[in-house]
């Protein structure tokens, strides 16, 4: 052992003399860089031969080689089904007939008032009474007026018979017959005139009697006995009338849709505050957009509910596009490449479940759907849990 240790150490000195004798004959920093770079390259060249080696005989030694452990994904099997996209808006209730009660001949002072807010109102029923009593009584004084001439056309006519008797013996002058006739038939005519007058009176009488023009609710009855009724205080109605059997549903629609929405388009339309869901169709879509919202109005009919109120918050699904046999999956097993879209599906191969990657055309997306127009077919086992750190051909298993 000491031998050996002496022939180290003899091995050493020489080693330090020689490195001390090419320092000391290089002496160049130069001729340093130079050799480093060669020693770099041989260490390269070593470790590619050992990278190589060491492939070489993982393929040799079948020792070695290690089972690959399969992944558990879920699984679910792909099927045909009705694919329907909507557009979700939000919109109101409005009525179809809506009467904003206003006097017919004028306004006037109010009398009476015969509805309060709430009142259920009949088409025909009598609403205000306002101030006629200078209607009366100019039409008294016209009747008075009309009876004078009366009595005066009955005078006038017994002496023109009169006349006309005595013309017919040759008693008289023509002059007076004449005169006579003339004047009953201008009698009858201020008759005739009274008579109107009185008509025209009765009709501004009637007028201070005001009336509901259509049948509904009183939603609005903002008058009292003494106050002025013209219909409106300022730019509010004093009597609104709203019918609540004849209800519709309005919405703006953003002009993109424009081309997809029209007149018979289906809609389901959901009232949250009463908990109700009814399927209707658009009976109006507005021709002109908005420039405000840029935006065009559509309406739907709703049927008769007492429980449903003007005004009220709407929910409307309008149905823009449906195709029949569909393919829809979920949206977020769909991933992206630079191919396009993509999912992962389990097949069987050589009696093993694997992962395969399949790139996917798809259509359009509604909730947590979307519609895959083609590279998938009805049966195959889409992978829906585990998928994301799944590759092309690793092995799988399912629960």
Not at 1 to 6: A, E, N, P, R, V
Not at 147 to 167: G, I
Not at 290 to 318: C, H, K, T, W
Request: proline share 2%; aromatic share 6%; net charge positive.
């Amino acid at each position: 052992m000491q031998k050996f240790i002496q022939v180290i150490f003899i091995t050493s000195s020489l080693v330090l003399a020689s490195c001390g004798n090419n320092t000391e004959s290089s002496g160049s920093l130069t001729a340093k860089k130079a050799e480093l770079e060669k020693l770099k390259k041989e260490h390269n060249t070593v470790a590619d031969k050992i990278k190589a080696l060491e492939t070489e005989i993982a393929k040799l030694d079948t020792s070695a080689v290690k089972e690959e452990v399969a992944k558990l994904v879920g699984t679910a099997a792909i099927t045909t089904q009705n694919f329907s996209h909507y557009i979700d808006l939000q919109g109101r209730v409005d009525a179809n007939d809506i009467s904003y009660i206003s006097p017919r001949l004028g306004g006037g002072q109010v009398r009476a008032v015969y509805v309060k807010r709430g009142d259920y109102v009949k088409k025909g029923q009598l609403l205000l009474k306002l101030d006629d009593a200078i209607v009366k009584q100019q039409i008294a004084a016209s009747r008075q007026n009309a009876e004078a001439l009366k009595t005066q056309l009955t005078f006038a006519k017994d002496v023109y018979n009169r006349r006309s008797n005595l013309w017919k013996q040759g008693i008289g002058t023509e002059i007076e017959l004449i005169s006579a006739r003339t004047n009953v038939e201008g009698l009858e005519r201020q008759v005739k005139a009274a008579e109107e007058s009185i008509k025209v009176q009765q009709e501004q009488q009637s007028g201070a009697n005001v009336y509901s023009d259509v049948e509904g609710i009183a939603d609005e009855v903002n008058v009292r006995v003494g106050e002025l009724f013209t219909g409106f205080a300022g730019t509010l109605p004093q009597i609104k009338i709203v019918n609540t059997k004849s209800l519709k549903v309005v919405t703006d629609v953003p002009e993109n849709y424009s081309g997809k929405i029209k007149q018979g388009s289906v809609v389901v339309v959901s009232l949250p505050d009463i908990d109700k869901t009814f399927n209707t169709s658009i009976s109006v879509s507005g021709k002109v957009i908005d420039p405000n919202n840029r935006s065009f109005r559509a309406e739907a009919s709703l049927p008769s509910d007492p429980a449903i109120r003007p005004n009220q918050i709407a929910m409307v699904r309008i149905l823009d596009y449906s195709a029949v046999n569909a393919i829809a999956i979920p949206v977020n097993t769909v991933g992206t490449d630079e191919k396009g879209k993509y999912v992962y599906v389990s097949v069987t191969e050589g009696g093993k479940l694997v992962a395969r990657k399949r790139q996917i055309q798809v259509g359009e997306l509604y909730n947590a759907l979307i519609e895959v127009k083609s590279g998938l077919q009805a049966g195959e086992k889409l992978i829906t849990e585990g998928f994301q750190n799944i590759y092309d051909g690793q092995l799988l298993r399912t629960n």
